[in-house]
């Protein structure tokens, strides 16, 4: 073994979130790991929120979207928006680094008929649980 080099498992991802003190105590399951639940202690949680709102008079054809979350926010978290108009294909157009916190703004082209806008999250480092938010709007 060389000094200071951990032989096994995957490089830069043994230590990628700190757990709280107590971890080796009663836990509860929640997706694919164990939380503790000693002293209080919550499992994470993914928050997002998506809302929707067409604009009016020459601009009825825009929606302007509000994606907004509270947790997570780490430097390397990321979250996407696709949108699916009359039940066609999604089609992912924004993608942002969820480490400033929200809420932000977007605005969208409408095309006719309903679209539906999903918000979504996945943590590669299985810290927190996946998450997505969806709103319907129709033109």
């Known amino acids: ?32 790991r164990t939380w503790p639940t000693r002293r209080g202690l919550n499992p994470p949680i993914t928050d997002l929120t ?8 020459k601009y009825k054809s825009t929606a302007y979207l509000t994606i907004g979350w509270t947790s997570p926010t780490g430097e390397d978290d990321y979250a996407w928006i696709t949108a699916s108009t009359s039940g066609g294909p999604e089609r992912e157009f924004w993608r942002w680094p969820m480490a400033p916190g929200g809420p932000i703004t977007l605005d969208y082209a409408l095309p006719n008929g309903t679209t539906t806008f999903t918000v979504r999250y996945r943590d590669y480092w299985n810290f927190y649980p996946d998450g997505f938010a969806t709103v319907t709007i129709t033109r």
Request: glycine fraction near 20%.
């Open 1 to 32: 073994m060389v000094a200071g080099r951990r032989v096994g498992g995957r490089p830069g991802r043994n230590h990628a979130r700190p757990r709280p003190s107590g971890h080796h105590t009663s836990t509860a399951r929640t997706g694919c």
């Open 50 to 57: 998506v809302t929707a709102r067409t604009g009016t008079g």
